[in-house]
């Protein structure tokens, strides 16, 4: 997974690396059974077998251990459905509508700004040195260390917005809004694509969201009302970000 940048995400990577350690116990208690039984009970080693039928303690044991199993899994997974769900108070919000292909972002909180967000084709990819199929022309811009509610809808068909370091992946259905929230903990720029068939040109509607900090937000959400998004957008190439892994393995592959 790619490295977390947001507090959900860290917990989801900790409760798979939690019952990651739980499984890895499981299977190795199965198969140590396995091989004591096939060792010490095969027809040459034990000829005349037991008629036991029934073993109390046995019968206890393999139905409450499961049961403890299942609780200890169920309280770290209720408190992380729990983190995901309940959207805390938000410091802005964005409104993000997926069409065929592209993704358009609109902020109710500062007046005017609304724009469209489509892939950069390779050549213009290379030109800005962007990752192939990753780059947008304009991006998702955030503050870091704010709380971000996104409330997200289509306007055809049904995508999904998708972000992996995010830990988030909410459909966007025509006719209804579905909503959830990121924490961006360190400035940067991070992919996604759609995570949705949604026809020919699936493949080619990725996600883009810049984090900077507050006052380079600011900055830019006043050029953008003042100027439009294509100027505000200028004030990056003086001050660029790092990259996410999903860009890193992007370039990996192309160059290969």
Request: with cysteine; aromatic share 8%; hydrophobic share 45%.
């Amino acid at each position: 997974m790619q490295d977390p940048v947001t507090p959900v995400m860290r917990d989801v990577a900790g409760f798979h690396t939690f019952l990651l350690i739980i499984i890895t116990l499981i299977v190795g208690l199965v198969l140590g059974l396995l091989l004591v039984i096939m060792v010490r009970f095969n027809a040459k080693s034990n000829p005349t077998p037991s008629k036991t039928t029934h073993n109390t303690t046995i019968e206890v044991l393999w139905t409450v251990v499961p049961i403890l199993v299942l609780v200890i899994i169920a309280i770290p997974s209720f408190r992380l459905l729990y983190l995901q769900r309940v959207i805390p108070e938000a410091d802005m919000t964005v409104k993000i509508t997926g069409s065929k292909w592209y993704w358009s972002y609109e902020y109710p909180d500062r007046a005017g700004i609304s724009f469209d967000s489509n892939i950069l084709s390779n050549k213009e990819a290379d030109a800005k040195g962007e990752p192939r199929y990753l780059a947008v022309d304009n991006s998702m811009v955030v503050p870091v260390n704010k709380t971000i509610r996104i409330i997200v809808t289509a306007s055809d068909v049904i995508h999904s917005w998708a972000i992996p370091s995010f830990g988030q992946k909410v459909d966007a259905i025509p006719g209804r809004l579905n909503e959830d929230w990121f924490k961006i903990d360190s400035a940067g720029v991070y992919y996604g694509q759609c995570s949705e068939l949604c026809g020919k040109d699936h493949a080619f509607m990725p996600i883009t969201v810049r984090a900077v900090p507050e006052a380079e937000f600011n900055s830019w959400a006043e050029t953008a009302k003042t100027a439009g998004v294509e100027e505000a957008n200028k004030i990056f190439a003086q001050h660029p970000q790092p990259r996410n892994e999903l860009a890193s393995t992007a370039a990996t592959v192309e160059n290969r």
